[in-house]
């Protein structure tokens, strides 16, 4: 069962503008969340994470998420968009508790294109 | 080396031939996990090694597939009788730390990927 949706797959914003992609999650308990960015031909990047405390997580690059734990989401967020931030944007989920397995269940991506 | 490094980073193989794929995690990173990326989806979980000890294989799509890491540092993935729909990128992650710690940041490595015609 799909346990992370990015319900975009292509988020497009103008240089300078705020930018937002969505993540909703469905795992029972208190979940680990992650955000991690896939630039071409490289490997997939750690931007940042949630697992437990303030709802407002800052990561790399300026780029930010918040857990929302009544709407069951986890978006991400940068104030002002940069043409460099084109790429594609997965977020993950760990279920919190010990017998959940090990596996990192990532969303099926969604692309930024960041136009000048 | 600074980061994950995989090989090869392309292979195509005709179908029924047995490919290998391997990784080199980073230095004394405990965790290392195989996933697989089929075009225009996320990574799926293939198999989790704690050390040397394989302690997740609950991912692997069927029995062609089989993945070692007998010292605790280099993996490889082993993909026997290849077929069509294993055509992918397969990614190869280490974390310094062991399965469910919140510390457990991935590093990924750039992915072998692979073309059964």
């Known amino acids: 069962a799909q346990s992370v949706a990015q319900p975009e797959d292509q988020v497009n914003v103008a240089e300078g503008n705020p930018l937002t992609v969505k993540c909703t999650y469905s795992?029972?308990?208190?979940?680990?969340l992650f955000w991690y960015v896939q630039y071409p031909n490289r490997g997939l990047q750690f931007l940042l994470k949630?697992?437990?405390?303030?709802?407002l997580v800052k990561g790399s690059y300026g780029f930010e998420a918040e857990f929302n734990k009544s709407q069951t989401s986890f978006h991400l967020k940068k104030p002002s968009a940069l043409v460099s931030d084109s790429a594609l944007y997965f977020c993950a989920v760990i279920p919190g508790w010990s017998n959940s397995g090990y596996a990192l269940n990532f969303g099926k991506g969604t692309s930024l294109l960041v136009t000048p | 080396g600074a980061g994950v490094s995989q090989s090869p980073r392309y292979k195509v193989a005709k179908r029924g031939q047995d490919v290998a794929l391997r990784c080199d995690p980073i230095s004394g990173h405990v965790s290392l996990f195989w996933y697989q990326q089929a075009l225009g989806q996320g990574p799926e979980f293939l198999t989790y090694?704690?050390?040397?000890?394989?302690?997740?294989k609950s991912g692997l799509p069927s029995d062609r597939f089989f993945a070692e890491r007998p010292e605790g540092s280099v993996s490889t993935l082993k993909i026997q009788r290849t077929q069509q729909e294993d055509s992918a990128v397969y990614l190869c992650?280490?974390?310094?730390?062991?399965?469910?710690?919140?510390?457990?940041?991935?590093?990924f490595g750039a992915g072998s990927r692979l073309t059964v015609l």
């Open positions: 992650a280490s974390s310094l730390f062991e399965g469910k710690s919140g510390a457990n940041v991935l590093t």
């Open positions: 090694f704690q050390n040397e000890a394989q302690l997740d």
């Open positions: 949630y697992i437990t405390g303030d709802n």
């Open positions: 795992v029972s308990g208190n979940p680990y």
